[in-house]
T-cell receptor, first 113, second 115 residues
Framework: DQQVKQNSPSLSVQEGRISILNCDYT??????FLWYKKYPAEGPTFLIS?????DKNEDGRFTVFLNKSAKHLSLHIVPSQPGDSAVYFC????????????FGTGTKLQVIP | DTGVSQDPRHKITKRGQNVTFRCDPI?????LYWYRQTLGQGPEFLTY????????KSRLLSDRFSAERPKGSFSTLEIQRTEQGDSAMYLC?????????????FGPGTRLTVT
């Protein structure tokens, strides 16, 4: 049962343009949502998070939007840079308890110079 | 602070053999997690330690898997009688009460290949 879904396995964007990565979830108990970035041969790196009580969180070029009614979140990267090329995992936790992270299957972003 | 380290980075073993992996978390982190990642999937939770206590185990962690964290520092994950289906990347992560909800620091992983 895939509780966090990323339906786009890959995405290509021109440098300087906006990258939009999408994610859907099914578990209503999730109350924090996260994005992790992963480069080859490295572990995932935390990028940005959003609490379920918010609908937007911004950190520099990265903005995460949350639509609770649709159980959907997205990550916007503006402007996209070649160094952003990586696999992006959408993830979620229930903050009560042990905070185990439930990951999606990932979207491979390629930013073309 | 050198981050989370894992050893070995790669392990090739024959089916039926036992393997053990080590994880050294960030020194002040009292929470430690093990995840498993297979090709095309995201990391899947295996087990969680708070200090030396193992507080949660996934159903993915069969009886052949055992994890320890003696003295609440480094952790080991042992797989007995390995099967080809155990081939995966095994990731360790750590965090503390001070880190943001869900923010975990991952090691580079140990890639296991069972032949």
């Amino acid at each position: 049962d895939q509780q966090v879904k990323q339906n786009s396995p890959s995405l290509s964007v021109q440098e300087g343009r906006i990258s939009i990565l999408n994610c859907d979830y099914t578990n209503s108990m999730f109350d924090y949502f996260l994005w992790y970035k992963k480069y080859p041969a490295e572990g995932p790196t935390f990028l940005i998070s959003i609490s379920s009580i918010k609908d937007k969180n911004e950190d520099g070029r990265f903005t995460v939007f949350l639509n609770k009614s649709a159980k959907h979140l997205s990550l916007h990267i503006v402007p996209s840079q070649p160094g952003d090329s990586a696999v992006y995992f959408c993830a979620a936790i229930s903050s009560g308890g042990y905070q185990k992270v439930t990951f999606g299957t990932g979207t491979k972003l390629q930013v073309i110079p | 602070d050198t981050g989370v380290s894992q050893d070995p980075r790669h392990k090739i073993t024959k089916r039926g053999q036992n393997v053990t992996f080590r994880c050294d978390p960030i020194s002040e982190h009292n929470r430690l997690y093990w995840y498993r990642q297979t090709l095309g999937q995201g990391p899947e939770f295996l087990t969680y330690f708070q200090n030396e206590a193992q507080l949660e185990k996934s159903r993915l962690l069969s009886d052949r898997f055992s994890a320890e964290r003696p003295k609440g520092s480094f952790s080991t994950l042992e797989i007995q009688r390995t099967e080809q289906g155990d081939s995966a990347m095994y990731l360790c992560a750590s965090s503390s009460f001070r880190t943001a909800a869900g923010e975990q620091y991952f090691g580079p992983g140990t890639r296991l290949t069972v032949t």
